[in-house]
């Protein structure tokens, strides 16, 4: 198993260029979630999904968009980017017990 | 305020010694996660509590859970340059919570002088 991936593993973008991260799994979890990592606030929840098809929003959804057509992929959408939008982005992944969450590797991306 | 205040911040052990960094909740707990990360690395799972009074161990770390207290410590004995990185703590704060949705301290940094 690969685990949770994500690509690219670092992006620089132009304020207003929107692009999409990439985040999959291999390992049938139903829950996904996207979080971004910024220096002095650690790790934030921006949104969720509990299976194909549900998406919910966490503690900082403004300005990015999900969808959840898979089990597999949980993509997360910049329309607009910002450059307060700069950050390390981690996808991670559990399975329905929710016991346990298995990271991917991040995604850096700028936003100049 | 933060929910979730892990200390300390920082923290520089000389190898060998043993170490301790806690975590501690404004609100209920419903069960606690420990992660470490490597500098540019992605989260590894350490381990996770639920019940007060709870202790697990891998290899040379522990953790404990106080629910009472709301806080979860974990302790490193005879540290190694290994251990180096970042410890975060993530705790679920509401019933039927689970693993997918953390509200997460902001980290402590240990950097082990050999």
């Known amino acids: 198993n690969a685990g949770v991936t994500q690509t690219p593993k670092f992006q620089v973008l132009k304020t207003g260029q929107s692009m999409t991260l990439q985040c999959a799994q291999d390992?049938?979890?139903?829950?996904m979630s996207w979080y971004r990592q910024d220096p002095g606030m650690g790790l934030r929840l921006i949104h969720y999904?509990?299976?194909?098809?549900?998406?919910d929003q966490g503690e900082v959804p403004n300005g990015y968009n999900v969808s959840r057509s898979t089990t597999e992929d949980f993509p997360l959408r910049l329309l607009s980017a910002a450059p307060s939008q700069t950050s390390v982005y981690f996808c991670?992944?559990?399975?329905?017990?929710?016991?346990?969450?298995?990271f991917g590797p991040g995604t850096r991306l700028l936003v100049l | 305020s933060q929910e979730l205040e892990q200390s300390p911040q920082s923290l520089i052990v000389q190898e060998g010694k043993n170490l301790t960094i806690n975590c501690t909740s404004s609100?209920?707990?419903?069960?606690l996660y420990w992660y470490k990360q490597k500098y540019g690395e992605g989260l590894i799972f350490l381990m996770m509590?639920?019940?007060?009074?709870e202790e697990k161990s891998h290899e040379k770390i522990t953790a404990k859970l106080d629910e009472k207290k709301q806080q979860s410590s974990l302790h490193i004995t005879a540290s190694q340059p290994s251990h180096a990185g970042i410890y975060l703590c993530?705790?679920?704060?509401?019933?039927?919570?689970?693993?997918?949705?953390?509200?997460f301290g902001k980290g402590t940094h240990l950097i082990i002088q050999p």
């Open positions: 991670a992944s559990s399975d329905s017990g929710r016991r346990t969450q298995y």
């Open positions: 390992m049938n979890h139903e829950y």
């Open positions: 999904s509990v299976g194909a098809g549900i998406t």
């Open positions: 609100k209920t707990l419903y069960g």
């Open positions: 509590l639920q019940k007060g009074g």
């Open positions: 993530g705790a679920v704060l509401y019933s039927g919570g689970g693993a997918d949705g953390l509200t």
